[in-house]
């Protein structure tokens, strides 16, 4: 596979479900990117998927099949777009690195943050872009609270309140920890655009209301503390009917010079201490948003562009925190993140002993300093 180094990035995307069909559709209204692939390992799937979502006059030459390189090699992609279930992204991923097609992966990066930290390997190993489309990170308003906390002095506290009384059915109604790994992982991702430097520890609890329809717990109060200092808490349940905020949450920001709120839907507005409110700029027509950014950020990077800030190293951060939160929830005791990078690091590093294909991480001396230098 050659790459081009201009004109639209020939993609297949990998997974044809509920989310694979979302892509699919953000591809073919991207100018940056052209569909020529979709593959699911159900037989039939990735063929049921382009006769519904892909307009009639658009379908000729779009390969479908169950064997994720065999439609990128006879559909001539240069990259991989892998939506396919959590314990499916490594093998995917790493595969599809290897096979010599960049790859962006839907979240969470992994199902563990030991087969992120190996993933982080791969892409060093192969020189290959892997970005993780951490959709939520890329929406306006919160960048405009950014902005506007950064006039006040930059932020110091973050609080997230995240209320919503969705009855999904089906896998986050068995999960153990459906709020913080399947939701609150967005929140804990869109806190790290608020704040600068790297998490540093993460206290939880979790918990589950009598009145609650999930067998695991569905809400949890997690605090993360930044090594500036600053601090970030969420607060979410997944069953609190009644007063429901929006799908990204409640926000209040404090700063040394006032506050940011913002509903996460509209835009912000700034609170200067003493003076009256200032409301945050709308967006443009031209922003974009969600998968299309995400999808814009990675054509443009393998087009030489800038390495957006949700590339495999930068973006093992957010699931460490997950992964930290989750194990607070069970132990009641305060995770250090480096500790918990560093076990993932040695599991990561077994990992690819067995697989064979990548001795990257036996040049990280610890897993912070191997996640800092890539
Ligand atoms: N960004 C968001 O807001 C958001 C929302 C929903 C889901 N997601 C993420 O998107 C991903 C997919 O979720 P979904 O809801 O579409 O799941 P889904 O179960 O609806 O679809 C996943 C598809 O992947 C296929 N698949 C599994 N293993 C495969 C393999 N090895 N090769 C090819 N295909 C394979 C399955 O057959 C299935 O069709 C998950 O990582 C999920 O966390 C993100």
């Known amino acids: 596979m050659t790459a081009a180094t201009s004109g ?18 953000t591809v073919l209204g991207n100018e940056a990117a052209q569909l020529v692939g979709v593959a699911d390992v159900i037989e039939g799937a990735a063929q049921k998927a382009v006769a519904e979502v892909v307009p009639e006059e658009r379908r000729a030459g779009i390969v479908t099949g ?42 969470p990066c992994a199902a563990t943050l030991a087969e992120a930290v ?13 970005m993780v489309s951490q959709s939520r990170r890329n929406n306006p308003h919160l960048h405009e609270a950014r902005r506007l906390a950064d006039e006040l002095g930059g932020v110091g506290i973050v ?30 991702d869109a806190g790290r655009v608020l704040i600068d430097g790297v998490p540093e520890s993460v206290t939880a609890t979790s ?23 600053a601090v970030h808490t969420f607060s979410g349940s997944w ?14 920001l404090s700063c040394e010079g006032g506050g940011v709120r913002w509903d996460g839907e509209t835009p912000p507005t700034a609170h200067p201490a003493g003076a009256d409110e200032v409301l945050g700029r709308t967006p443009g027509p ?40 989750v194990r607070s929830a069970e132990t009641g005791s305060r995770v250090v993140l480096a500790e918990l990078l560093d076990e993932a690091l040695e599991q990561a590093a077994a990992l690819d002993a067995a697989d064979g294909r990548s ?16």
Not at 8 to 25: F, K
Not at 83 to 103: E, F, N, R
Not at 359 to 367: F, H
């Open 8 to 25: 639209p990035v020939p993609v297949v995307v990998v997974g044809a479900g509920g989310m694979g069909r979302a892509w699919i559709g």
């Open 207 to 229: 918990y589950n209301p009598s009145w609650s329809w999930y067998a695991g717990d569905a809400a949890a109060t997690v605090s993360i503390t930044y090594e500036s200092g």
């Open 359 to 374: 001795g990257a991480l036996l040049a990280w001396k610890t897993g912070v300093s191997g996640l800092l230098a890539g």
């Open 239 to 252: 069953c609190s009917p009644g007063i429901e905020t929006s799908w990204n949450g409640d926000w209040v």
């Open 118 to 130: 190996s993933l982080a390997g791969h892409s060093e190993a192969t020189g290959l872009l892997f």
């Open 66 to 107: 169950t064997d994720a390189l065999e439609v990128a090699r006879r559909s001539g992609a240069e990259a991989v777009i892998d939506v396919t279930i959590p314990a499916a992204h490594h093998p995917v991923t790493a595969d599809a690195l290897h096979a010599g097609y960049p790859v962006l992966g839907e979240k």
């Open 159 to 188: 609080d997230t309140r995240f209320a919503r009384a969705p009855r999904f059915g089906g896998f986050r109604d068995e999960m153990e920890q459906p709020l913080i790994v399947d939701m609150a992982i967005h929140a804990f």
């Open 286 to 325: 031209e922003a974009r948003w969600e998968l299309d950014a995400s999808l814009t950020d990675f054509c443009a990077a393998l087009r030489g562009g800038l390495v957006s800030d949700s590339e495999v190293h930068a973006n093992v951060w957010t699931q460490a925190i997950v992964e930290a939160a």
